[in-house]
């Protein structure tokens, strides 16, 4: 029944977010093409081509009319026009969207194992060294905003040592193929990847941390040391996996704000991903295109909230019978 009602409660926020989608340029005032596409577009939009988007979203019928158009277009994965770059705004984004999961995936997955990893060492190790120096090490990294963190290790790597690419995605016209096209994407990448786990894995550390200190309190760890288990096995498969929860649902939260980050980030690098285009996309005022990809983030980010809550119930039964 809880999964349930958590499927239903994130097909309401889906459809929330499509109505506000939809709606938003129609509320403005003047012609929906004008709202939709700016001043600027119709400079350079031929007669012909403004008819066809009229006619494309049945922007001359009744609202209920365009709504349902709205939806059937979408069903087909038709996310409008973009005037900038003159094709559909669906093609764009799938140049784009593999660039920015090759960066933000990675780094999420880095970031929540080693976050995860050092806070119970850490919280296990409450008061001892080690755990000082991580908590005053990482607790200087959680204050680095991403985009300042991309330009350190840009300024240090690329330009002071030149070890690494300064920008893009891959070395153009390379010829290169098979596995050493990979490695020269891994070399392009690493950079950027990095400088998103630096400004995120902190959190996950200080959040592993508290709940691994507040979980050696409980009887079953004591149960558990009295029945001579291995100081290991305490740490990881009675405190750390009992820590995860909060993990998890910290690691579905940080994915927003991962992607967020990626945006500065692929600015910083010119990493041809989302965040790049996005960027464009507010400059040239393209708002299909901005409209495309604030839809595309928002159903990733639900997908992967909606994942977590699944996940919950295997680290912990308990849930499934909570309400």
């Known amino acids: 029944m809880t999964k349930k009602f958590r499927a239903v409660d994130y097909i309401a926020a889906f459809i929330i977010i499509l109505s506000i989608n939809f709606a938003l340029p129609r509320l403005m005032p003047g012609d929906p093409i004008n709202a939709i596409y700016g001043d600027e577009a119709n400079i350079a ?7 066809k988007l009229i006619k494309r979203f049945a922007l001359d019928q009744p609202l209920h009319r365009q709504f349902l158009t709205y939806l059937s277009r979408l069903c087909v994965f038709d996310l409008g026009y973009s005037y900038y770059y003159k094709t559909p705004v669906i093609d764009v984004i799938i140049g784009s969207l593999p660039w920015t999961l090759l960066l933000v995936i990675p780094a999420l997955f880095i970031s929540s194992v080693l976050g995860f990893i ?16 991580l908590l005053s090490t990482l607790m200087l990294f959680q204050g680095f905003p991403d985009f300042f963190a991309g330009i350190l290790l840009l300024l240090l790597f ?14 153009t016209y390379s010829g290169l193929s098979g596995f050493s096209l990979v490695i020269d994407i891994v070399h392009h990448m690493a950079l950027p990847c990095m400088a998103l786990v630096l400004a995120r894995f902190s959190s996950i550390y200080l959040l592993t ?12 760890i004591l149960t558990a040391r009295a029945k001579g288990c291995f100081e290991r096995a305490i740490m990881y498969r009675h405190a750390g996996r009992n820590s995860l929860l909060p993990v998890v649902t910290a690691t579905g939260l940080q994915l ?16 041809p991903g989302v965040g790049g285009l996005l960027y464009n996309s507010l400059m040239t ?4 295109l901005m409209q495309g990809i604030l839809l595309i983030i928002t159903i ?9 809550d699944l996940l919950y119930q295997k680290l912990d039964p308990r849930i499934s019978h909570a309400h």
Request: hydrophobic share 45%.
């Open 209 to 220: 941390r508290n709940s691994v200190i507040s979980t050696l309190k409980e009887a079953f």
């Open 118 to 133: 050092l806070g119970v060492e850490s919280g296990y190790r409450r008061g001892s060294p080690i755990d000082k120096i």
């Open 256 to 271: 927003t704000h991962l992607i967020t980050g990626a945006l500065f980030i692929e600015i910083v690098f010119a990493y």
């Open 45 to 51: 939009m031929t007669p012909e081509l403004k008819s």
């Open 285 to 288: 005022r393209d708002y299909p």
């Open 158 to 171: 690329s330009v002071t040592l030149s070890i690494m690419p300064l920008s893009g995605a891959h070395t």
């Open 300 to 308: 990733i980010v639900l997908t992967v909230n909606f994942l977590a």
